[in-house]
DNA sequence: ACAATTAGTCAGAAAAATATGACCACTATA
DNA sequence: TATAGTGGTCATATTTTTCTGACTAATTGT
């Protein structure tokens, strides 16, 4: 009678905490426009004309907070506000590269 | 006059692509579990209490389909199938394990 | 014959994520 | 004074994702 390791609850499973920061219907646009430059609320909001304020603005607390965005406030009047990729969101966007590529290469 | 490069809808974003694949709220899991052996469908169930067929059911079609698992099967009565992880799966989840401590480590 | 196991599918309900439109404060421009 | 830009928040509505429970079909055990 041999039964197999079925007593595995993984309780805080790393994958899940990884994968749920990274979800979120924007935050794909969010890597790519911000790997191209330092990114402005309402330019983002204008460059993504199919999403919504409210959306992104959660995107982008989320992404802070993940420290994958660095929010600098730039004290000219009116206020600018620019988001911009940390060393760690900028190590992602090149994994993501990568990944990119081995999702899309035939496996041999 | 400095415009900045605002024309940029960046359409089929490929980061999209790659985050639209790990999607999915048991997909951390399967790729957890299966990295420690093949998977079957009810002992999957079981070792995911909180889950269901459904859930799970789509999720291994749609790594099954992004060639990310295996699905094998087992001529024995009854058919017994087998879910493992591709070469291409278990890159994937040795990726997610370095991602993991880049989001853990603070930034310096 | 009846229950349990294998591996699912399906329709509908519930929960979670996302979008909409109004509103806010501040500054600038006409 | 009114309009537009900066960068948002909030309550509500809509959409998408996930879950539930019933059902299938073949096989094994009691």
């Not at 199919?50 to 965005?69: R, T």
């Not at 969101?89 to 990568?98: P, T, Y």
């Amino acid at each position: 009678m041999t039964t197999i390791n079925e007593n595995n609850p993984p309780e805080g499973c790393p994958i899940e905490g990884l994968l749920k920061t990274l979800s979120g219907k924007w935050k794909p646009q969010i890597f790519q426009l911000a790997s191209q430059g330092p990114l402005r609320f309402n330019s983002l909001l204008r460059q993504l004309p199919q999403s919504n304020k409210q959306s992104l603005s959660v995107a982008l607390k989320e992404m802070e907070e993940a420290e994958l965005l660095i929010k600098t406030v730039i004290q000219q009047k009116p206020l600018h506000i620019e988001y911009q990729l940390s060393a760690k969101g900028l190590a992602m966007v090149v994994v993501f590269r990568q990944l990119e590529d081995m999702l899309l290469h035939p496996l041999e």
